[in-house]
């Protein structure tokens, strides 16, 4: 029984740890006040209410132990709803979304701030990640549900600066994990 009761008792700690695990989100505004205190690069996880993927990455991946930990000591992470009405500041330009219906569920309209930094060919997607640099210039978007151990050689091919010297397909050939055990 005491062996029972010490083996409930550990996998409660650790269900509590991993429940634990959470990315410290801030706005727009403050990343950017953040850079000048202590340059970092950002990271914008680009969602809407009605996007089940969006759930997902933030359910599984943002809530990974091993992801969030990453994400908090390398980035300032933004969450930025891309149909929202909030009207944002970003490199001195203001942003809004003027078309925004108040109360409407479902789809609404695309912010101006989304239009500028989210999309890819073109096209626009749910989620999307979009890291930016120190200098607030955009580095890359990337669309689509990643899961933790896909997303950990993105973050550290951003992280690292891999992109400013390597193409994506060669750094994936000779990346190693380090993620522990705990996979989300």
Known sequence: MKKIRSILTLSLVMLTMVSMAQV???????????????PKKILIDVYTK?????????KFT???KWTSDYI?????????????PDSCTF????????GHVAGKSGRNSTH???????????????????????????????????????????LK?????????????????TFKSDRSVTKG
């Not at 009605?50 to 933030?58: A, D, E, H, I, L």
């Not at 908090?72 to 929202?84: F, I, L, S, T």
């Open 112 to 154: 101006q701030f989304t239009e500028a930094i989210a999309p890819v060919k073109g096209r626009i997607a749910y989620p999307t990640i979009v890291f930016i640099d120190e200098n607030l210039n955009l580095i890359t978007p990337v669309q689509g549900y990643q899961k933790p151990d896909q997303f950990e050689p993105m």
């Open 72 to 84: 908090n000591e390398n980035y300032y992470a933004v969450k930025w709803d891309a149909e929202g």
């Open 62 to 64: 943002f809530n990974d």
């Open 91 to 98: 490199d001195n330009k203001l942003f809004t979304n003027p």
């Open 157 to 173: 091919f951003i992280k690292e600066e891999m992109y400013k010297t390597s193409n994506w397909n060669d750094y994936m050939k």
């Open 24 to 38: 410290n989100w801030v706005s727009i505004e403050e990343a950017q006040e953040l850079i000048k205190k202590e």
């Open 50 to 58: 009605w996007c089940g993927p969006c759930k997902m990455m933030t």
